[in-house]
């Protein structure tokens, strides 16, 4: 009970935070998420998987580790998804891969299991990471010092906390998004051949290009703040 009420709250504090913060600053609050996130449910490491572009292929975009444990092993850089085929599968269609003992995964895990033998993990439990309603990932979680069996409410509220890093990754994207748009918008205005303004509901200038300062013979600053209707003849 203790345990929930803690991964709720930091829950809460990470999700009010993604509202106002600027896109720079969302790889800061994902690391200390993630962070908080294995501190308070007492694993050894904790680490974001993530897509390429064309699916092929996952790699880790951040991690974190206890004191004393390694970090991930170097082949989870780029790891080709035809490697882990079992746990691909299970990220696409957005299931939990549960893990209470690495040495009983099933033959079809192979590929899995060299991997988490490789870097001492025990036991392991993956939540399909999704944002755009799409599954872009996972968050990982591990235990290296002994196995771990994860109980039903454990794993909703651990599934719900992760739903956390898709919403930082959605922020991020939207953000990138509409910086993009503003950038294509502001080099069309500013090139444009015309006159061009933006005016307040007012009728005043918020802004204007440079065709239409060069028009007015005035510049910019002069311009910005002045109703249209005053220079209108």
Excluded at 73 to 100: D, F, G
Excluded at 137 to 143: A, D, K, N, Y
Excluded at 178 to 184: A, Q
Aim: with cysteine.
């Amino acid at each position: 009970q203790r345990m929930r009420m803690r991964v709720v709250s930091a829950f809460a504090t990470v999700s009010s935070r993604l509202i106002s913060i600027s896109p720079d600053k969302i790889p800061g609050v994902i690391q200390e998420a993630l962070s908080s996130l294995g501190e308070l449910v007492k694993v050894d490491r904790a680490y974001i998987l993530q897509f390429s572009k064309d699916h092929a292929a996952l790699s880790i975009t951040q991690s974190w580790c206890a004191p004393g444990i390694h970090p991930p092993v170097e082949e989870l850089k780029a790891m080709p998804c035809n490697r882990i085929a079992w746990s691909t599968s299970k990220i696409l269609a957005q299931e939990v891969i549960n893990i209470p003992h690495v040495s009983d995964l099933p033959p079809e895990a192979k590929g899995e299991r060299e991997v988490l033998e490789a870097q001492g993990t025990r036991s392991a439990i993956g939540f399909p990471l999704v944002w755009a309603d799409s599954p872009q990932g996972l968050v990982v979680l591990e235990s290296v010092t002994k196995e771990r069996s994860w109980v039903e409410e454990e794993v909703r509220i651990l599934e719900t906390f992760s739903n956390v890093f898709g919403q930082a990754f959605d922020k991020k994207i939207a953000d990138e998004t509409i910086r993009i748009s503003e950038e294509k918008f502001r080099t069309l205005f500013n090139n444009a051949g015309d006159s061009m303004f933006i005016l307040s509901r007012s009728g005043d200038i918020i802004e204007v290009n440079p065709h239409g300062c060069e028009r007015l013979k005035k510049s910019r600053e002069e311009l910005l703040g002045t109703n249209i209707s005053s220079l209108v003849t």
